[in-house]
């Protein structure tokens, strides 16, 4: 692909996708370390008529955290045949991507994976959980987005 110029125009060979609802935590309560189950995606329903290889996610995720506490986020992302049993395709444990530097510090910003799924199958699926430290008054919220790309054609 020696002819096509990536810096002008990358958009154009993927497809950006929503990935999950949006999910919420609070510290010790609702949400927190809880899965949020990912959107069924068919890598066959794209307009291009030939499956992703590729899935750049982004978790985006803001917070509000007491000093020293952390949020931290892990995933599994999941294939199927058939949409409804589904098996980890590729997993992390959770990764603390924020900690509190004040009583009631903001914080915000995006937790990204790459997923290779050159041998996936036809259904996709990617599964987060926010896990907070505090027992208090934290909180949290996400929703994961995906850039799919690697056609054999690309998307119309």
Avoid: H
């Avoid at 008529?49 to 999941?78: F, H």
């Avoid at 409804?84 to 590729?90: E, F, P």
């Avoid at 903001?106 to 599964?127: I, P």
């Amino acid at each position: 692909m020696a002819d096509i110029v990536l810096q002008r125009d990358v958009g154009s060979l993927g497809a950006l996708k929503r990935l999950s609802a949006a999910a919420s935590a609070t510290a010790a309560g609702t949400g927190d370390s809880t899965t949020t189950t990912g959107i069924t995606i068919d890598r066959m329903g794209f307009s291009s008529g030939s499956m992703p290889n590729s899935l750049a996610v982004a978790v985006a995720w803001e917070a509000v955290l007491a000093t020293g506490k952390t949020l931290s986020i892990g995933y599994a992302a999941q294939t199927s045949d058939d949409a409804s049993s589904w098996t980890d395709y590729q997993t992390a444990t959770y990764a603390a991507v924020a900690t509190g530097s004040t009583a009631a510090s903001a914080a915000a910003g995006e937790f990204e994976v790459s997923v290779n799924l050159t041998s996936a199958r036809r259904y996709v699926r990617f599964n987060f959980a926010e896990d907070l430290s505090a027992t208090q008054t934290d909180t949290s919220a996400a929703r994961a987005v995906g850039f799919f790309a690697g056609f054999d054609r690309l998307p119309q």
